[in-house]
Structure formats: C-alpha cells, structure tokens
C-alpha cells in the first residue's frame, strides 16, 4: 500500500496582507513560502530521516501545496500529526488543511488521477474544520494596534503580536527576491522595505497578480500518469520562477530600473503557475509584459514537449506551451494592500474570461491567449470591480471605458488591442506637446460629459478635432475616441480613458526631488 499525503495552506491572502505594512506583507509571504519547502524539508529529515530535495516521492511542494507520497502507515501517521504543530510554532496565524489517501499501486485498479481527485476532495472538505487559533489572549491583555492580537513584544514603541514578530524575522531573509531577481548577494538595503522607498515622481503604485491558463486541460492528460504529473508540476515552478528572473533583467537592460537605488519590487508569491507582486506603478505594465512573454518561452522550453505529447491543445496556433492573464490595481501607496490584491486577482478574472470567451477555449481545445486588464483606483471607497466599472467606467447606455483586456500578440477577437498598441498609443502623448496637454484636457471633458451630457460631448469631441492642426495628433483623437464594437458586448468599447491612465501613471509628478 502507498499513501498520497496532501496539505494546504488556507487563506494565505489574509495572512500576508494582515496589515498594510509593506515589511510585514513580505515576511508573511516568505513564511508561506517556507512552509511548503524548509518546514516540510525539515519535517521529514528529523522525522523520517528522508531529503525533499531529489526525492521521488516529492510530487508538488510549492505556492502553499504539498503532494507527497509516504510508503508505510506509520510515516504518514508522524507527518500528519507533528506537521500541523511545527507550522503553528513556525508561522502563528496560519491554517493548513491536511489529508491522507491509501491506495494499491500495485493493482492497477486505482488510476493515480483518481487518487489525486479523491486527495483534492478530502482536502476541500477540511477547509471548513478551522484549526484552533493559538494567538488568543485574555481581554486585559494589551493588543496589537494594526492587527488586535495579543501583544508578546515591544520593538521601539511599537506594539507587536507573535504573527507580526514572526513575519519581521522572515522578511529579512530576502528569498523570494532572490527567486524573483535570479540575485544570491542581496542586502536588506538593497530592496524597498516601504511603500514610500518604491514610489519615485509620484506615489503610485502596483498590486500585480498573474495566473496560468491551461493547467486544467493538462492535468486531464497527464494526472494519470504518477511520474508525468511530478515532472509536470516540478517543471511548472522552474518555468514560473526563471519568467520571473528574465522579466526583471528585462527591466534593467531596458533602463526601467535605477542604478544604485532600492528595487522598488517586492514579490509576494511565486510559484506553480503563481505570480503576485507589489512594484513601483510606472514598471508595473512592461514589467508583467515582460513577465507572460516569458512565462510562454519558458513553458514551452520546459513542458513544451510534455504537452505535444499528449495532444493536449488540438486546434490554435499554441499547442507547446502555457499563457497567463494579468491583473494591475493601480493605488495609491496608502491604499490598503488587502484590496488593491482583491482588485488585481478580479482584473486577472476578467481578463481570463474575456481570453476563455472563443468556444474552442471553452471546449479545452484550444488555449487561451496571454493578456492582461488594469485600473487605476481614483478615491479612497473601498468597492468590488463591478461597483467601481458602474461607477467609473459605464458613462451611459451606449458606451464604456472597459476597452481591457490588452492581448500580449495580435487576435482576431474583434475590438480587441495588443499591449504594445496601447503603450505606443500611452507614449505619443507622452512626447506631444503643448498640443498634446491641450488634447489630454478636452479628452478628459469629454469623459465627464459623457456620464452628463452625450449629446454635448459628441459637439466637444468635433471642435476638439477640429482645433487641431497636427495630422498624427487628428489621428490619435480618432482612434483613441472610437467606440469599438465587440461580440458578446452590448455596449461600443472606448481606449482613451485607458491611454490617459497609462500617461498619468508614467508621468504625474506630485513630489519634489528632495522627497523622491
């Protein structure tokens, strides 16, 4: 008999995004990373005398999961009842759910598919058994004044809880930036430790998460096959972290980045098909370009030949790699980290539902294209996307600002524009002028008369074109004010409100150089 042992971290968002301290956000994510890797390594050596590094019981270890496979009942009685503990005394405030499926390699009966499926199912129902919370204190116990835990420590006047002690001392390890920056000599000094290290002109920031598409359609291929799956999901993470390191020295031969300053990027998860980061907003778009674009190469170059094999995508032109979508919130850097997250995962949603809409993707037959939605968060209200698209972005029955998703290559889904379109579009305007000043503030009359008065915005937009003496000026009002017709979408799609997002980002200067 073999036992298939699987553990969960739940609600790891939570977790890391507790407090709006950017220190605190990091040393969570660096412990939830921990505990699938160094905690459940040294779980088995000291337990079982047994190395996760190399190890062919080892299936996934990574981004809060762990499939492992254990050869006699009494291993897996050990794991099962120490491992909770160690990750108790190790990350206070986290929960994992844990769960155990005995199956006979040897008869051939069970389809190892089936007991990961039936491993996923045990798991899922022990999400609603919570774990018993080991921070509660007494009510006349001082409590932490960011997070109301009980107070075990003071560390300049500031109040601290166990789980906030614990994330300080993990945040100063820098691994996941070493991960992220492909760096092994990084120094606490050299990576912003604060929202206000990472902003520059202006404090604007970015909250990205991106997801892979296409994982579904390949675990039906490969699920069933125990040493295809492991290669799947190990490869996976390679691919996934070396995106990640090229993504960044993109950045830095393209001079994006400054010489001798902090990395205004501090990485929150990465790992599986995971990818979550908080960086300086005006990197944030070519940054997750660079990012998915890699993301492709690197799929194709490691799994590329697992999923021509098995013929897992039969119609498209991509059939030898894996895509993502991208979410960016743009917030302010006050803005509380929970939410601005919250955002960046529904735009990642959208953005897969708008690459899943074509019916072959739907059927799994083909794959979903590389694309990426943003917003810039305006006010202080503290809403879902939908709220804020009614709100902002749906000025009247005809038309919407919504012109996102932005496609990583050129589609033939009607409507639609590539990123590289929209930041050529973003940098014209960028470089036009006094003309061009003159164009943003008439573009931005007619967004408001648009929610107010239709009719008079359509007069707005006329003498606005009709004002402007530049030819390529004439032409960028043109494409950027038409109202593009989509399939499935009742309304005409606008790309100026996007485009002026994207040039106020880059270039809005609202602090002095002493306070850069």
């Not at 969960?8 to 040393?27: A, C, P, R, S, Y």
């Not at 405030?93 to 499926?117: L, R």
């Not at 940098?427 to 943003?440: S, V």
């Amino acid at each position: 008999m073999k036992y298939l042992y699987g553990a969960v971290v739940q609600g790891i968002q939570q977790f890391i995004f507790q407090t709006n301290e950017l220190k605190d956000i990091v040393g969570a994510s660096e412990l939830v990373d921990s505990i699938c890797t160094k905690t459940f390594e040294e779980l088995l050596s000291n337990q079982l005398g047994k190395k996760l590094k190399d190890n062919k019981n080892a299936i996934i270890n990574a981004a809060g999961n762990i499939k492992y496979e254990l050869d006699t009942r009494e291993e897996c009685e050990q794991i099962v009842r120490n491992f909770p503990k160690i990750v108790l005394e190790t990350a206070p405030g986290i929960t994992i759910s844990q769960a155990v499926v005995e199956y006979d390699e040897t008869s051939g009966q069970e389809k190892f598919e089936d007991v990961v499926n039936k491993l996923e199912n045990l798991l899922r129902a022990q999400r609603n058994k919570p774990m018993p919370n080991t921070t509660i204190g007494l009510m006349g116990i001082e409590r932490s004044h960011t997070t109301n835990l009980p107070v075990v420590q003071l560390d300049k006047n500031e109040h601290l809880d166990a789980v906030t002690v614990q994330k300080r001392k993990a945040g100063k390890m820098l691994k996941l930036c070493e991960i992220a920056f492909g760096k092994k000599d990084l120094k606490w000094e050299d990576v912003a430790t604060s929202p206000d290290q990472m902003t520059a002109k202006n404090d604007w920031i970015a909250v990205i998460h991106a997801d892979g598409n296409g994982l579904g359609q390949i675990v039906q291929k490969v699920g069933n096959q125990r040493d295809k799956f492991k290669d799947f999901s190990q490869k996976l993470d390679k691919a996934t972290k070396e995106a990640a390191v090229n993504a960044y020295c993109k950045l830095i031969k393209q001079g994006l980045l400054e010489q001798n300053k902090r990395i205004p990027i501090r990485p929150i998860v990465i790992g599986g098909d995971d990818f979550t980061v908080i960086c300086r907003a005006n990197i944030a778009l070519q940054y997750v370009s660079y990012f998915i674009d890699e993301f492709e190469t690197k799929t194709q170059e490691h799994l590329g030949s697992i999923i021509k094999e098995n013929n897992v995508f039969e119609e498209g032109t991509i059939r030898d790699r894996l895509t993502a979508c991208a979410g960016i919130a743009y917030v302010k850097s006050s803005y509380p980290f929970y939410y601005a997250y919250e955002l960046a995962e529904t735009l990642c949603s959208h953005a897969k539902k708008d690459a899943k809409s074509k019916p072959s993707v739907q059927q799994g037959k083909e794959l979903a294209a590389s694309c990426i939605m943003f917003h810039k968060v305006q006010d202080s209200f503290v809403e879902n996307y939908g709220e804020i698209a009614r709100r902002e972005l749906n000025p009247n029955k005809e038309v919407t600002f919504e012109f996102g998703p932005y496609y990583l290559w050129p589609t033939d889904m009607k409507g639609h524009w590539t990123i590289e379109q929209l930041t050529k579009k973003a940098a014209f305007i960028d470089n036009a002028g006094k003309e061009g000043n003159a164009i943003k503030s008439h573009l931005r009359k007619w967004f408001t008369l648009l929610h107010d008065n239709p009719g008079m915005a359509k007069q707005h937009l006329a003498r606005t074109k009709s004002l402007v003496s530049d030819s390529s000026l004439k032409t960028f009002i043109e494409d950027t004010t038409l109202a593009v017709e989509r399939d499935r979408s009742e309304k005409k799609h606008i790309p100026a409100y996007d485009i002026l997002t994207i040039h106020t980002i880059n270039t809005q200067e609202t602090r002095t150089e002493d306070e850069k």
